[in-house]
Each structure stands twice: as C-alpha cells, then as structure tokens.
C-alpha cells in the first residue's frame, strides 16, 4: 500500500478510535512505527491537524474531529460487511447481533450497497453454552456499562478454581471474548488483584455510583494475547510427538507461541510455547493414545498421574 493511501487510513483510524499510541496505529497500518511522524506530517500538510499526548494514557488524536474524507468499500470489504451480518445472526453468543445489523444497514445505505443472498446456511459450535441468552445479555450490558463509566460493578461470582460463589467489587476494565464465552478483565477490589471474570459464571450483579481509574501500569497485552489468556507463572515450552490420524489436523493449527513442526516417519514432532496449565492438559488428554509428551519431564508425570486417575475411575470393568 503507498504512502498515501496509509496517511489516510491513519486520519480514519484517528477519527474512529480517538487516541491512539504509535505502536497501535503502525500495527493497524502493518508498517513501522518511524512511518507514522511522515504520515503525520503529510497530513498536516494537508490541513488534517493531529497531536500528541505524553504519558501511559497519551497517544496521537485529531484536534478537528469534524468530516474527513472517506474512499468508497471494495467489493471485498463490501463482501466482508455482509458475511460479517449473517455470521452475528447465526452465531447466538453475539450479543450485539441486532445493533450490528443496524449500523450495516446505515453504511449500506450511504456507500448504496445492494443486498445478497446469503451464502452462510449455519454456525456449529461444539458445546454451546447453557446460560439463557437474555440473561446473559443483561450481564453484558451492565458490565458493558461499568467499563464505558468507569464504575465499579457487584457481582456474585462462581469461581472454578476457588470452589463456590463469593460476592465481590470488581473495576471492569475491558470486556473481550475468548473460547466461545464473553469474559470481563478487572481489578478485583478486595484482593487488589486484576483478574478475568467469565460472564456465564456471575450469578448476580449490580452496578454502583463508585468510579474508578484505571492502574496506571495496567496493560491488556499482559493479560490477552493472539493464542488467549496470559496466566501468570503458567508458560510452558512443550514437545509433543503426535500420531496418525490426528498428525494432519494438529499440523493445520497454531497451537501457541514459536511453534516448531518436525514431520517424522508415522509421526510429527510438536515443540510450541503455551499459556495455561489447563487448557495445555486440555489438548495433551484430549488427544488421548495419540499423544506423548516428550518434554518437560514434569509434564509427563503430571499427565501420567491424570492418566491413572482416569483408569482407576473405571475399575473394576464389569
């Protein structure tokens, strides 16, 4: 893409999303971060005044936020905005289906877009979740609302880990979706601790007139990642060696970080980086009898131990 056509992305991308650092906007323009002082330049020059604010929470912003010009959509992204409406209607976790369709329909009208039929017939999905959808979308919109206010939110919270339900005050910082559930990232206040909340385990909540900041060395990259959730103290480098019939489908994936596929005779070889002790073990057993693990050596105790466990769950065999 030429010089020109990144300097107005990066107007569009300024009047969108408001302020926004030079490492955001180089890797939503896909080029380097020096580029982004000449593009601001060619704007300037241009009439389109942008400037700068210092600190953790400073970055570029348009001083004018008044009409900029916008190129018409190429038939790919016209493309893209249709698929992305019947993907929403058919995909029943989306909460916000019927405000999307909405505002497509706006940008329908203004770029005279014409409709088409549709060519996605159904969303699978492994194991839907159980949490009626209206309740869950009355949960996402007081949390929702929490993140926008920057309000604090009570919520009666099922944890997992803990065992339980447990009230607590929580500072909703940003709500992402990760594994099919949507999942609010917060400081919970009483253990002044940031943590992720899943939506389907609040049972109850409530939102307060408290406000909140955010910590100043609050940083989302810490905590999410492209391969999900970042969990503290749980980044494994693993070698996995697995077996037909599953070497075709695990060498169509990206399983984590720095991933190293070796083809062996009537196997491959997977070395791979990954976060998250249960989702790790998650895939190792899922696997079962075409797995092995072949590093860490603390690994493969670990899912040998889980392994007996299994197998003594079934004796004796009737």
Not at 132 to 150: C, M
Not at 284 to 289: E, N
Request: hydrophobic share 35%; proline share 3%; with cysteine.
């Amino acid at each position: 893409m030429n010089r020109t056509a990144l300097s107005i992305r990066m107007l569009i991308l300024l009047r969108s999303r408001g302020k926004m650092k030079k490492k955001d906007i180089a890797g939503a323009l896909e080029t380097n971060p020096r580029n982004i002082t000449e593009f601001k330049k060619e704007l300037e020059a241009a009439g389109y005044f942008i400037d700068y604010q210092n600190g953790p929470h400073g970055g570029y912003y348009m001083k004018d936020r008044g009409m900029i010009p916008v190129a018409g959509l190429s038939d790919k992204e016209q493309a893209a905005l249709r698929r992305l409406s019947e993907y929403s209607r058919l995909e029943k976790d989306f909460l916000l289906h019927r405000d999307l369709v909405t505002a497509l329909e706006k940008i329908m009208v203004v770029q005279r877009l014409e409709e088409e039929e549709t060519t996605i017939r159904q969303v699978y999905k492994k194991f839907p979740l159980a949490k009626d959808r209206q309740e869950l979308q009355d949960i996402y919109e007081k949390v929702h609302s929490g993140v926008v206010n920057r309000q604090e939110i009570l919520i009666e919270y099922h944890s997992v880990n803990a065992g339980g339900t447990k009230k607590r005050i929580i500072h909703p910082y940003e709500l992402f979706y990760y594994g099919e559930a949507w999942y609010v990232i917060g400081l919970d206040k009483d253990q002044d601790t940031v943590k992720n909340f899943k939506l389907p385990r609040i049972l109850y909540i409530e939102n307060l007139d408290e406000k909140f900041t955010v910590r100043e060395d609050f940083d989302i990259t810490d905590y999410l990642s492209v391969f999900g959730m970042e969990i503290k103290d749980q980044k494994r480098r693993v070698k996995l060696r697995i077996f037909p019939p599953l070497t075709t489908i695990m060498m169509e994936r990206i399983l984590g970080e720095d991933q190293i596929v070796t083809p062996g005779e009537d196997y491959v070889d997977i070395e791979v980086t990954i976060t998250g002790d249960y989702i790790l073990k998650e895939l190792i057993l899922g696997m079962g009898s075409k797995c092995q693990v072949l590093a860490p050596t603390a690994l493969k105790q670990s899912i040998q131990e889980e392994l007996k466990k299994a197998c003594e769950a079934y004796q004796p065999l009737e």
